[in-house]
């Protein structure tokens, strides 16, 4: 009988398949899938543009941008080094975007940590903050010229708008139960601020540091088309009228490259700072 049974759950264990190990089937890493994903667009687009199929009047083909982009290279753009071009719109971008954040930050913790301040800057920022920059840029020629601090201004009035919303957002949002415990303490309101509101609004802080980032960038081409006479938005508002398609998506094709570094710049910088975030 005890024949039987071992006889019986071996026909078992041989019946039944084994199930994989999930620990021994190795994952394909994302960077997989998107390399892949880019590489069938990159194919796509050059049997588009090569067999005619897709007029180059609209979408230059990869090696005409290629020949275009070492053509900027070496001679630049109306006479002006495309280094310049870059050097130019980071100059302005950067200017704006240290200033609204060195304004923007201190304010936002101070309206998000006191409610008389708060109130008293609420009703101004929330008529503010729906005004798209762009439309300011009227505004920014009538007050400060075509020269630079208009489109510095513009600049600093995007970062500003959302730094300050983050910095708010992230001292007014910071668990009661912290404050107790600071006030259980006997922490002042000036060591409850600096110990608990600022170290618990810094991950908000940086959420606002990157969308400014990003919109700073954006509106520096917008402040660009007026007045300007270099910068990447310059390059791209006068290739498009004198109908020089390649240097237009070269210019957004380097606008967007710019911006993909100055966010993963950010990130690392959070990641450095805001070390305990998601543990």
Known sequence: MTDLRIGRSAERGLSQPHSPNPRASKQIPDLV???AALAVLALLWTVGTESNLISSSYLPSPRALGTEFLQLLKKGYQGVPLSTHIGVSLFRTLTGFFAGVLLGVP?????GYSRPIGAMFS?????VRPIPPIAFIPMAVLYFGLGELGKVVLIFFTAFNYVHVN???GAANIPIAYKRAAESLGLTPRQTFVRVILPGSIPQIFTGLKVAMALSWAVV???ELTGAQAGLGYMIS???????IPVVFIGIALIGLIGLILNLALNYLEHKIVHWKGR
């Open 107 to 111: 304010l936002g913790l101070l309206t």
């Open 221 to 223: 081409v917008a402040a």
């Open 33 to 35: 899938y998107s390399l």
């Open 123 to 127: 009703p101004i920022m929330a008529f």
């Open 167 to 169: 910095a708010h957002s």
């Open 238 to 244: 006068d290739a498009a009228l004198l109908f020089r």
